[in-house]
């Protein structure tokens, strides 16, 4: 099977921020994402942070990367935040990180709102890093029915791991009509398809890292990455994969020959597209379309802010799977009509500088 085929061009999936004098987003930008969003999963939204507020938004979430004391993420390679090549932290519920959250919410609203009402959970507020090393995740879908948002606060390079959709994946009523009637069997397909290249591709990096003289990766992380039985849907895992206890990504010779057969469908409808949003790039996707974050192979961190609202009701335990709440969320819970009503203020840069 051959190498991941990935377009780095996302020209087609991006809107340019356009503020009103009351400072959300035009309406006709508004509908220029919500086209994007229900006809690809994904809208890239550029500029929509000034230079200062992006600048604020690193600060913040360098401070809490430097806290001993964080909260971690609970998904998205446990192994990879065991050995330090990701940090998924929730960030805490203080006024500074939900002023910044209610910043994205307000000056989105006229898009966010034709998917969440106000009543509508907000699941976390959160920080995505990924170092050198960190594996590439599989292709997969989080918990449906949830509005995601990524917001670039540093410049990201592909080679830093900007996030790989595959567009038209998105779940909603009546899709597995879409694709000649059959996009569960052919979405399940491509999501194989990649993945088995993903796994080569998690294997050789790995292996690459363990004999360069130029990193670290020592030989209990390489074991505890290639042969662990550890839960852990996104690293190369070779046990959980040959027992079948990979959810996200399971592979028969059956499924080999299915590839085959259908590779000529498979090109004809899906592609792998990767961004690489610049600074004040604000990436909003649907939770149900197939997404992956790939690895950083620069010694220069990949920082997201993240945050993720309810787009219906969500039970609980699915949502625990694919989202982490800080502990300060969980006890002050926030809707989306509260981050409406919030006063925001970007705070002082200083503030993280002097207390960093
Ligand atoms: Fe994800």
Same mark, same amino acid.
Request: glycine letters at 6%.
């Given at each position: 099977?051959?190498?991941?085929?990935?377009?780095? @061009?996302?020209?087609?999936?991006?809107?340019?921020?356009?503020?009103?004098?009351?400072?959300?987003?035009?309406?006709?930008?508004?509908?220029?994402?919500?086209?994007?969003?229900?006809?690809?999963?994904?809208?890239?939204?550029?500029?929509?942070?000034?230079?200062?507020?992006?600048?604020?938004?690193?600060?913040?979430?360098?401070?809490?990367?430097?806290?001993?004391?964080?909260?971690?993420?609970?998904?998205?390679?446990?192994? @990879?935040?065991?050995?330090?090549?990701?940090?998924?932290?929730?960030?805490?519920?203080?006024?500074?990180?939900?002023?910044?959250?209610?910043?994205?919410?307000?000056?989105?609203?006229?898009?966010?709102?034709?998917?969440?009402?106000?009543?509508?959970?907000?699941?976390?507020?959160?920080?995505?890093?990924?170092?050198?090393?960190?594996?590439? #995740?599989?292709?997969?879908?989080?918990?449906?029915?949830?509005?995601?948002?990524?917001?670039?606060? @540093?410049?990201?390079?592909?080679?830093?791991?900007?996030?790989?959709?595959?567009?038209?994946?998105?779940?909603?009523?009546?899709?597995?009509?879409?694709?000649?009637?059959?996009?569960?069997?052919?979405?399940?397909?491509? #999501?194989?398809?990649?993945?088995?290249?993903?796994?080569?591709?998690?294997?050789?990096?790995?292996?690459?890292?363990?004999?360069?003289?130029?990193?670290?990766?020592?030989?209990?992380?390489?074991?505890?990455?290639?042969?662990?039985?550890?839960?852990?849907?996104?690293?190369?895992?070779?046990?959980?994969?040959?027992?079948?206890?990979?959810?996200?990504?399971?592979?028969?010779?059956?499924?080999?020959?299915?590839?085959?057969?259908?590779?000529?469908?498979?090109?004809?409808?899906?592609?792998?597209?990767?961004?690489?949003?610049?600074?004040?790039?604000?990436?909003?996707?649907?939770?149900?379309?197939?997404?992956?974050?790939?690895?950083?192979?620069?010694?220069?961190?990949?920082?997201?802010?993240?945050?993720?609202?309810?787009?219906?009701?969500?039970?609980?335990? #699915?949502?625990?799977?694919?989202?982490?709440?800080?502990?300060?969320?969980?006890?002050?819970?926030?809707?989306?009509?509260?981050?409406?009503?919030?006063?925001?203020?970007?705070?002082?840069?200083?503030?993280?500088?002097?207390?960093?």
């Amino acid at each position: 099977m051959k190498k991941l085929d990935i377009s780095h @061009d996302t020209s087609e999936f991006e809107v340019a921020a356009q503020l009103t004098d009351d400072g959300n987003i035009s309406q006709s930008c508004a509908i220029d994402i919500i086209h994007l969003l229900d006809t690809q999963g994904f809208a890239v939204i550029t500029g929509l942070l000034t230079e200062g507020e992006a600048n604020h938004g690193l600060s913040m979430v360098r401070h809490y990367l430097e806290d001993p004391e964080r909260q971690k993420g609970e998904f998205a390679s446990q192994t @990879d935040m065991l050995y330090g090549r990701r940090d998924f932290c929730p960030l805490p519920s203080n006024p500074d990180v939900l002023s910044y959250a209610a910043t994205f919410a307000q000056r989105l609203q006229p898009a966010i709102s034709e998917y969440c009402g106000t009543t509508r959970k907000v699941l976390e507020i959160s920080t995505m890093t990924s170092y050198r090393g960190a594996s590439h #995740q599989y292709i997969h879908r989080d918990p449906d029915g949830v509005l995601c948002l990524f917001a670039a606060v @540093d410049d990201i390079s592909p080679e830093q791991g900007g996030t790989v959709f595959v567009p038209g994946t998105h779940k909603y009523s009546g899709a597995d009509m879409m694709f000649d009637g059959q996009a569960d069997f052919l979405t399940r397909l491509y #999501q194989a398809k990649c993945n088995y290249s993903i796994l080569k591709h998690n294997l050789k990096t790995l292996w690459g890292l363990y004999k360069s003289n130029a990193f670290t990766l020592n030989r209990r992380e390489l074991l505890d990455r290639v042969f662990s039985t550890r839960y852990d849907n996104h690293q190369p895992n070779l046990f959980r994969f040959v027992l079948g206890k990979n959810s996200v990504f399971s592979f028969s010779p059956r499924t080999l020959l299915q590839i085959k057969k259908h590779r000529q469908t498979l090109a004809k409808y899906f592609r792998l597209v990767q961004t690489a949003p610049p600074k004040g790039t604000v990436i909003l996707y649907r939770s149900d379309m197939l997404h992956a974050g790939p690895d950083n192979h620069t010694d220069n961190p990949r920082y997201f802010f993240g945050m993720s609202i309810a787009r219906d009701v969500v039970f609980e335990e #699915q949502w625990r799977e694919g989202y982490s709440s800080h502990e300060s969320l969980l006890e002050n819970p926030q809707n989306y009509g509260d981050l409406l009503k919030y006063q925001t203020e970007t705070g002082n840069t200083a503030d993280y500088a002097k207390a960093g």
